[in-house]
């Protein structure tokens, strides 16, 4: 099975659970306490990925580390993902899990793509221009691109707003050579 089926399956699988149980919130802050211990101490996420260690020493670490700070059905869902050999894929399965909290919200997740990073206030009132555009509840992460030389550039499902400065210039060009 290809990375991408791995992480839709157990991400969807995990909020199935979480669902059931009622337990989408408090899963989803646990699995972003996760994501961001395993991205600031990656020794530790390599610990939990190396094929040398046997599965239950990985689980011992990871109840050790983790043990009564999430809840137990995600401390078993790592369990599951080490005795499967999927944890090195566990920052795909987390963002398949978010994409599936926000479906069940209604949001629609994009990127504004700018040349500097935007402002809380600015990327809110960007998120409140593209719902009202699509009819729809907007969340937008900001990530730079230096091709961008003013302005911004978003992508929401499949959809491309694009109000950045070389695209204003470039039609203004195609409007000039036109005339």
């Known amino acids: 099975m ?5 992480a839709a399956t157990y991400g969807s699988a995990m909020f199935e659970v979480a669902r059931d149980l009622d337990k989408i919130n408090e899963i989803n802050e646990d ?9 600031s101490e990656p020794e530790f996420f390599n610990l939990v990925c190396n094929p040398g260690i046997d599965a239950q020493g990985k689980k011992d670490a990871v109840r050790a580390v983790f ?10 869902f790592l369990f599951i993902l080490i005795d499967k050999r999927r944890i090195g894929g ?28 935007l402002s809380e206030d600015r990327r809110r009132r960007l998120e409140e221009e593209t719902s009202k555009l699509l009819q729809k509840k ?11 030389i003013g302005g911004v550039r978003i992508f929401v499902d499949g959809r491309m707003i694009d109000a950045s400065i070389r695209t204003r210039l470039n039609d ?8």
């Open 138 to 148: 907007v969340k937008l992460e900001n990530l730079i691109d230096d091709e961008i």
């Open 31 to 39: 699995l972003a306490a996760l994501d961001g211990i395993f991205q």
């Open 2 to 6: 290809d990375a991408l089926t791995v």
């Open 90 to 117: 566990f920052r795909a399965i987390v963002k398949i899990y978010r994409a599936r909290v926000n479906e069940n919200l209604g949001v629609s997740m994009g990127t504004a793509y700018s040349a500097v990073p």
């Open 172 to 179: 203004l060009k195609d409007r000039l050579a036109q005339s």
């Open 67 to 76: 043990g009564g700070r999430v809840c137990d059905e995600l401390l078993h």
